[in-house]
């Protein structure tokens, strides 16, 4: 199954993946403007937020159900990014006006906001002892912050290019790739060192993606 955003209807089309045809849809509320999904590894609930200028709506979807519940707690605005952490314990929200908020998964209840500003993305290495979040406001420098998942705290902050937007962590948990949007270069982290190794350039305006 393929779970897929819709913000032009409020809702969150279902896919069939074997026949590549939409089963079902999941509506939120009106006016909703659901932008990223996360799922738990179990596949029992998947989360989204409001990509939206004004205070952002967050929701658990119960699945296959597609139950939906308002979650309660934290705020910002722009939720440009939903994340369970590896263990499914946890989701994480970027709120690119507002901070990281973390809500627990098996109540729907809220945890804390770690005070990262601008944050857009989060990876977690594989053991999920660590997560590094790309933050800064768009068309400046920017950060990776770099949070011990069990304290929440941050442990170190690397600057890396132009408004950072999409960050993934190698299997081996040896390197961190970051793509800096503005001025279309891949910043290289060495894990070890928490260091900027390597700035590739990339051809293209704007790119914001990592696979």
């Not at 590549?20 to 009106?30: D, E, W």
């Not at 590896?86 to 973390?102: A, F, I």
């Not at 627990?104 to 977690?124: E, G, K, M, S």
């Not at 594989?126 to 800064?136: D, L, R």
Request: proline share 5%; aromatic share 8%; glycine share 10%.
């Amino acid at each position: 199954t393929l779970y897929v955003a819709v913000g032009g209807n409020s809702s969150i089309a279902v896919i069939d993946r074997t026949t590549n045809t939409l089963a079902s849809r999941i509506s939120l509320p009106a006016g909703s403007r659901p932008y990223a999904l996360a799922i738990t590894p179990d596949g029992t609930k998947l989360f989204t937020g409001d990509f939206s200028a004004t205070a952002a709506a967050l929701y658990s979807v119960t699945l296959p159900a597609g139950t939906v519940k308002q979650l309660n707690g934290g705020g910002g605005s722009y939720m440009s990014q939903a994340i369970v952490t590896p263990d499914g314990t946890q989701v994480w929200y970027c709120s690119y006006y507002g901070n990281v908020e973390v809500f627990d998964v098996l109540t729907n209840t809220y945890i804390t906001a770690l005070p990262i500003a601008f944050p857009w993305n989060v990876a977690f290495n594989a053991s999920g002892t660590v997560a590094y979040v790309t933050n800064g406001a768009e068309g400046v420098t920017g950060f990776v912050a770099v949070v011990d998942t069990a304290t929440l705290k941050t442990i170190a902050s690397i600057q890396v290019g132009k408004s950072p937007r999409a960050v993934r962590v190698t299997p081996s948990g040896r390197h961190v790739f970051v793509i800096n949007t503005t001025d279309t270069i891949i910043s290289q982290i060495d894990t070890a060192t928490n260091t900027v190794i390597r700035s590739i350039k990339i051809p293209g305006v704007n790119a914001t993606g990592l696979g």
